[in-house]
């Protein structure tokens, strides 16, 4: 229903911030709620973030709590995630993901699209 493109993963040092973005196209960006999650190898992929239709509401996991941000620009058809203070446990492979609900969203569940994957590399 829509394609999502991430993009803005790489390698930064523990401490330092990146901001990824995703573009979606070939669906109504502004009626979906979008999040992010991510995915270490041999790990199962974990909610990280999400954020509502209109941009007035946003839910974080735990660990990220306090220093990542999402956010989103619908006249741009982007979803944001900036990532402050990373750790190396913030390390994995990063997705974005258009859904109906923030609260299934954060469980995993009613996912209607995933983007590829950008990598994200954190060295201590």
């Known amino acids: 229903q829509v394609q999502l493109v991430e993009s803005g993963g790489g390698l930064v040092q523990a401490g330092g911030s990146l901001r990824l973005a995703c573009v979606a196209s070939?669906?109504?960006?502004?009626?979906?709620?979008m999040g992010w999650f991510r995915q270490r190898p041999g790990n199962e992929r974990e909610f990280v973030a999400a954020?509502?239709?209109?941009?007035?509401?946003?839910y974080y996991a735990d660990p990220v709590k306090g220093r990542f941000t999402c956010s989103r620009d619908n006249a741009k058809n982007t979803v944001y995630l900036e990532m402050n203070n990373l750790k190396p446990d913030d390390a994995a492979d990063y997705y974005c993901?258009?859904?109906?609900?923030?609260?299934?969203?954060?469980?995993?569940?009613?996912?209607?699209?995933w983007g590829q994957g950008t990598p994200v590399t954190v060295s201590s």
């Open positions: 993901a258009a859904g109906r609900a923030i609260a299934t969203m954060s469980m995993g569940s009613s996912v209607e699209s």
């Open positions: 954020i509502s239709w209109n941009g007035g509401h946003a």
């Open positions: 070939g669906g109504d960006f502004s009626t979906y709620v």
